[in-house]
Each structure stands twice: as C-alpha cells, then as structure tokens.
Nanobody
C-alpha cells in the first residue's frame, strides 16, 4: 500500500485561491501518473488534473482548465494543485492518487490503485 496524504483543504469564498498538497511515498512517486480527483456528495469521482512522472505531462478536466495548475516537487515528493478563481461547483472532497496509467486514462479514477484519504474544499458564493 502506497502512502499519499493530502492537505490544504479549507472553506473559502468564490473567487479566492487555495493550494492543495499531496505528500507521496518513494514508490508512489515512481508510478507513471499522480492525479487529483474530487467527489461531491452523491456524485461520481471526477478527475481534475494529472501529471506524469519524468516528462511531467499535464492533463486537466475542462471544468478547471485555465484555473487550476498541477505541479510536483520531486525532491520533496509533493504534488501540488493550485486552484485559482474558485467557484461553488469546485466544492468537494479532493483526493490524490497514484497509478501506472496510460496518458489517455490519466483522468479516469478506475485506473488508479493508490489513494489518499482526501481533503475537503468548500467554496461559498
């Protein structure tokens, strides 16, 4: 079982910014993709952003493109999700995940094997 631990969730007003962090274990950091997902009560888990190991290819869902940025610090083994111009619909439990994933599946939760416990983001209007 790989270790992934999210932090940085908070309650903020619309338009503000948050930065989420995901601390990952050595072995998790070597998997082909690290990604952020979110889930709102009663809805399916949604892929938000993903970053590959090595080339650091990045993928974003249409709903966050231009507002969110995923990055990784390989020395500290942390993956970040910078979230700007937050909207109420960004509210949810945000998870970090790692897996051996192909690029075309980078935002699909079923292809990830290792998950953190999540950090809550609440955006009020």
């Amino acid at each position: 079982q790989e270790l992934l631990m999210e932090s940085g969730g908070d309650s903020v007003q619309a338009g503000r910014s948050l930065r989420l962090s995901c601390a990952i274990s050595d072995s998790a950091s070597q998997k082909s993709y690290i990604a952020w997902f979110r889930q709102y009560s009663g809805k399916e888990r949604e892929g938000v952003a993903a970053i590959s190991t090595g080339l650091e290819q990045k993928f974003y869902s249409d709903s966050v493109k231009g507002r969110f940025t995923i990055s990784r610090d390989n020395t500290k083994k942390i993956v970040f999700l910078q979230m700007n111009s937050l909207k109420p619909e960004d509210t949810g439990l945000y998870y970090c995940a790692a897996g051996y994933v192909l690029w075309q599946d980078a935002l699909k939760p079923e292809y990830y094997t290792d998950w953190g416990l999540g950090t809550q983001v609440t955006v009020s209007s």
